[in-house]
């Protein structure tokens, strides 16, 4: 009998909440085959979820804008209580609430050595690079359920110091297994810093997040754009200007409206492949070639929005398989730097941590955090895709409310 519960992906548009197997201390066999590493795994631990969140990269994923299968389990914003570990964990113990770095990262290769652990070489025979519950990457399971594995647990899990303070600062808490780290990735690819103007693409959770960290990386003036006004709303409630990239006006004249040039000193792409723009007008480099128009000479460009190798559901044949016709050479010309890739969470969650414990950072405010149940997850997604300004988190046990 099933002892486990997670969210599945049942075709284009369509979610389900479906019985699975209790998770054990091992990894799949695809990575262990591959990999040359044995399935069982004594570096793992099993953790009860106190909470899982919703990512726009799921949606992608949901709305048949990838190559996922039917079946793929979904998930990878992750915190929870350590309930189980095998005998070579060392440092982490039943207990324990740890944040769970979206990133699987084995603390053992090159790359993990180097920091960059969004691309770790031992975790996933595909390509650098592994998650939960995501395509092409490993087939480890999701994290939207009532129980999942986390592999190399000494190295990935991050414990909170405090139980009772975790649990109390839990919406914030769990923002750090992906889109806060992420937003600050992409201000700190864009190299924002004190007096900074800061043009931000995108008023999802990851740009509410990017626009978010830019404020606490001291810039002057964060600017978000976006197509959806109640998105728009939710960046001027921290203290953001915005404007409607759906409007006739140029975004150069938006732009300097506010802070009285028409470009920025660095930009923030947290939009990605799906990028529009107008409403229902899908035009997939647009964004790319906005930051770099709006971006002064020699400025950064961190570029945190998901682009794929594979999308089915693409307008042409080129965006089908992630070739874009962005004007490089206007990067070019304006010394751009670009800077790209996923986040490695764990250049940044202690940090972060920190500044939410210590109460420097309201993430949960900022993303507008909403809690609902597992059950609730399919109607979640629904509201998500149509444009909520909500970053919804997933209470599968009860814990949040509790």
Known sequence: MADNRVVVYKG????AVEDIEYPKLEVPEEVASAMGMTK???HAAILK????NICGSDQHMVRGRTTAPVGQTLGHEITGEVIEKGNDVQFIDVGDICSVPFNIACGRCRNCNERKTGVCLNVNPARAGSAYGYVDMGGWVGGQAEYVTVPFADFNLLKFPDRDQALEKILDLTMLSDIFPTGYHGASMAQVTTGSTVYVAGAGPVGLAAAYSSLLLGAAVVIVGDLNEERLAQARSFGCETVNVGED?????QIAEIVGE????CAVDAVGFEASARPGEEAPAVVLNQIQTVTRAGGSLGIPGLYVTGDPGAADPDAQEGTLKIRFGLGWAKSHAFYTGQCPVKKYNRSLMMSILHDRAHIADAVNATVIS???APQGYKDFDKGAAKKYVLDPHGMISA
């Open 374 to 376: 597992l059950d609730e």
């Open 12 to 15: 284009p548009g369509e979610v």
């Open 49 to 52: 979820i106190v909470s899982t």
């Open 262 to 265: 028409p470009e920025v000193d």
């Open 40 to 42: 069982a795994a004594p």
């Open 249 to 253: 006006a140029e975004l150069t004249d």
